[in-house]
């Protein structure tokens, strides 16, 4: 069955970088756009990123756009999202999610990993 | 990113039906069309209904979804306890090329 599993998620302070990933399994990466959605504790969801299936196209919500970048290596079935300028907003549950091209749908979603971005 | 309009609440008794409600624009719903999540708490959400209508296999029949115009709708029969949940729509912005999630409608199952 599906499965993805997010990583990476610690405490950092403000300014500094992360990296997250998302280890996937249990059906063919290579050929599913993947994203990457946040979620502060309590509050909604708020979609962050967006990769093609083959990494030709990435689209960025404009709260991140200029400091994360997302990326996928297929050969490891692995999703990445490499956070820069951490900020306080930034603080959040990191999901990452499938999407089957033309479904327009967030299919799977991972378990998530925290993120906390604290002096 | 402007996102969807969601009632952030609905309170219904059990055995009755609520309808959840998800309201755009021409750009977005009324677009390539709206996905309907439930989030159970402390849950990862988990995908209802896609491209307006359409279930995954393996969700309730209970679960139906529309769309009319700019607005879609997420209605659920027989509202059983583990039915009580939040509900997000979401949608791709064609003119913003960006996701949008409603603000997200938490039910109450009286």
């Known amino acids: 069955q599906v499965q993805l599993v997010e990583s990476g998620g610690s405490v950092v302070q403000p300014g500094r970088s992360l990296r997250l990933s998302c280890a996937a399994s249990?059906?063919?990466?290579?050929?599913?756009?993947m994203h990457w959605v946040r979620q502060t504790p309590g509050k909604g969801l708020e979609w962050v990123a967006l990769?093609?299936?083959?990494?030709?196209?990435?689209f960025y919500a404009d709260s991140v756009k200029g400091r994360f970048t997302i990326s996928r290596d297929n050969s490891k079935n692995t999703l990445y999202l490499e956070m820069n300028s951490l900020r306080a907003e930034d603080t959040a549950v990191y999901y990452c999610?499938?999407?089957?091209?033309?479904?327009?749908?967030?299919?799977?979603w991972g378990q998530g990993t925290l993120v906390t971005v604290s002096s | 990113q402007a996102g969807l309009t969601q009632p952030p609440s609905v309170s219904k008794g059990l055995r009755q039906t609520a309808t959840l409600t998800c309201t755009g624009n021409n750009n977005n719903v009324g677009n390539e069309g709206v996905a309907w999540l439930q989030q159970l708490q402390g849950h990862p959400p988990k995908l209802l209904s896609y491209r307006n209508k359409n279930r995954p296999s393996g969700i309730s029949e209970r679960f139906s979804a529309s769309r009319s115009g700019n607005t879609a709708s997420l209605t659920i029969t027989g509202l059983q306890p583990e039915d009580e949940s939040d509900y997000y729509c979401?949608?791709?912005?064609?003119?913003?090329?960006?996701?949008?999630f409603g603000g997200g409608t938490k039910l109450t199952v009286l």
């Open positions: 249990g059906f063919t990466f290579s050929t599913y756009l």
């Open positions: 990769i093609w299936y083959d990494g030709s196209n990435r």
């Open positions: 979401s949608a791709w912005d064609s003119s913003l090329s960006a996701w949008v």
């Open positions: 999610a499938t999407e089957i091209l033309g479904d327009y749908a967030f299919d799977y």
